[in-house]
């Protein structure tokens, strides 16, 4: 099999963003009958012909419309992989970078990000997107930057991934709920009613687990798909929510907050990236930033975590539920 001329995904990027042999022709400076032979070409390799004629114009195929993102990338990393290195200059540096995340992450830690990327560097935009599940598709497309959350079996073999900060599980209710009353046993949470978090609407969880080691069950009440409306409901009903104690810290204001009476195993919050951005010096300095503001470290030094809650312990009211 004869190796493919690779200067034709320049030609493929081009007359797929243009919808046009003239056009195409005109922006590479090429004659149009060497254009139309450029996409004679591009048809015999792929199969296809990419380009069809309706009325008076052109119009992609399906499979033209399947390569138009994936040759504008790989173009796009071709001409950044020949291009000379350059210094990086944050006050200049005007580019917009997204990142997805839980809901919990925005108000935890958006504030000091945003006001420590406008510090260094300006004209950078920050795009926060909600994480709905753990597919690593959009950081494999290029549509997502960064991603923080835990490592889990459906994370893409090619993710890059450092860790940001150790975090574990708290229950959660509103003030003046019976359980901010006397010692919380393991009896006394099971008896509740609770709320289960689950983006793929599963009915148990790691909690109905610890809870059947001790030989006890619980009821749920509802089932909900993020922190924010677990948290929602347990302000104002009677419900019970267990969520990550630190990425949900804000959230948690004026909430009644207690350490399990159960163990859980604790979490582990990771930074992800894809590694066509590991060299990026851009995307380095964001790296950084995050980690900083995120995972408490400044000069190398780690932040220390607050001393953990004893199983069965419960936080002053007055705190706000923070530990």
């Keep these: 099999m004869s190796r493919p001329d690779l200067n034709l995904l320049v030609t493929l990027d081009v007359l797929l963003a243009e919808g046009s042999v003239a056009k195409a022709a005109r922006r590479l400076k090429l004659s149009p ?6 996409l004679a070409r591009l048809r015999e390799a792929t199969g ?5 004629r309706a009325g008076r114009g052109l119009v992609p195929t399906p499979r033209a419309m399947e390569l138009s993102l994936e040759a ?3 173009v796009k990393e071709a001409q950044a992989m020949l291009r000379p290195a350059e210094r990086l200059d944050l006050k200049r540096l005007a580019r917009s970078f997204t990142l997805r995340n839980s809901d919990g992450f925005v108000e935890n830690f958006g504030p ?3 006001a420590r990327v406008a510090a260094e560097a300006p004209d950078v935009q920050l795009r926060f997107v909600p994480k709905p599940d753990k597919d690593s598709g959009p950081m494999r497309e290029g ?3 960064l991603e923080t959350g835990v490592v889990g079996g459906s994370t893409g073999p090619e993710v890059r991934a450092q860790a ?3 975090d574990r599980f708290v229950g959660v209710a509103r003030i003046g709920h019976p359980l901010s009353e006397g010692k919380i046993t393991a009896a006394r949470f099971a008896a509740g009613r609770h709320i289960l978090i689950s983006r793929r609407g599963l009915d148990r969880g790691p909690v109905d687990d610890a809870l059947e080691t001790a030989g ?8 909900v798909g993020g922190f924010s409306e677990a948290l929602a409901l347990a302000r104002g009903t009677d419900l019970i929510a267990t969520v990550p104690e630190r990425y949900t810290g804000k959230l948690r204001e004026g909430l009644f907050t207690f350490a399990l009476p159960v163990k859980l195993a604790p979490l582990t919050i990771s930074l992800m990236w894809h590694p066509r951005l590991d060299a990026d010096a851009a995307h380095r300095w964001l790296r950084g930033v995050v980690r900083e503001m995120c995972g408490g470290q400044r000069d190398g030094n780690p932040q220390k975590l607050p001393t953990p809650l004893l199983w069965g312990d419960r936080l002053s009211p007055k705190a706000g539920g923070k530990l």
């Design 33 to 38: 009958s060497a254009m139309s032979r450029a």
């Design 48 to 52: 296809d012909p990419l380009l069809v």
């Design 72 to 74: 504008g990338r790989l």
């Design 112 to 114: 000091a990000l945003l």
């Design 143 to 145: 549509s997502v930057d």
């Design 164 to 166: 940001l900060f150790r």
């Design 216 to 223: 006890l069950t619980r009821t749920i009440a509802t089932v």
